[in-house]
């Protein structure tokens, strides 16, 4: 199985910082890297795939990077929105495997 | 606009099966592979698996003997089936096309 690794698990910011999560694969990947955002009690919403390619409807603010085995979701502007969890998942090959996920707090 | 709508039994016990719909309402059927992908309690997603266009099913070999993914091409539905149920299934059971467009989750508690 490709092992994926995010860092950091936990991240405190405010309104306004950049932020960025890297997400690391065990193995090559090419860009096959999606990333979710998950809000308490809700089901994961889709904010990246291809690495870098934007789902319709998602701010700008939000962006992808990296291929083969390391990519990054960074967050120009942190908006109160925003706080939330954040997986990236590999759709390289099976079984499909997901970080440990990123919580992004409120400092 | 996609929209999964999932639905099934949400207490079970120990050594039973589970079984969830999954019911897709707008967009394309036939053409895309469909999902399910699983949550404990305060921690992270676990894919259970899919069955493509084809009809061919991949599971995760960590669930493999345990589960069956069909699907309902006229009905525009596809299931799940986990049998010999322990408490370490319990979670919130996802639908997914792929595994980019969700369900709204089904929590399957598993207790005696």
């Known amino acids: 199985d490709i092992q994926m690794t995010q860092s950091p698990s936990t991240l405190s910011a405010s309104v306004g910082d950049r932020v960025t999560i890297t997400c690391r694969a065990s193995q090559s990947i090419s860009n096959w890297l999606a990333w979710y955002q998950q809000k308490p009690g809700k089901a994961p919403k889709l904010l990246i795939y291809e690495a870098s390619t934007l789902e319709t409807g998602v701010p700008s603010r939000f962006s992808g990077s990296g291929s083969g085995a390391e990519f990054t979701l960074t967050v120009s502007s942190l908006q109160p929105d925003d706080f939330a969890t954040y997986y990236c998942?590999?759709?390289?090959?099976?079984?499909?495997?997901f970080g440990q996920g990123t919580k992004v707090e409120i400092k | 606009q996609v929209q999964l709508q999932q639905w099934g039994a949400g207490l079970l016990k120990p050594s039973q099966s589970l079984s969830l719909t999954c019911a897709v309402y707008g967009g394309y059927f036939s053409g895309y592979s469909w999902s399910w992908i699983r949550q404990p309690p305060g921690k992270g997603l676990e894919w259970i698996g899919e069955i493509d266009p084809s009809g061919n099913t991949n599971y995760n070999p960590s669930l493999k003997s345990r589960v069956a993914i069909s699907v309902n091409t006229a009905r525009r539905q596809f299931s799940l089936k986990l049998t010999s149920l322990s408490a370490a299934d319990t979670a919130v059971y996802y639908c997914?096309?792929?595994?980019?467009?969700w369900g709204q989750g089904s929590l399957v508690t598993v207790s005696s």
């Open positions: 998942q590999q759709y390289d090959s099976y079984p499909r495997t």
């Open positions: 997914a096309r792929a595994t980019f467009y």
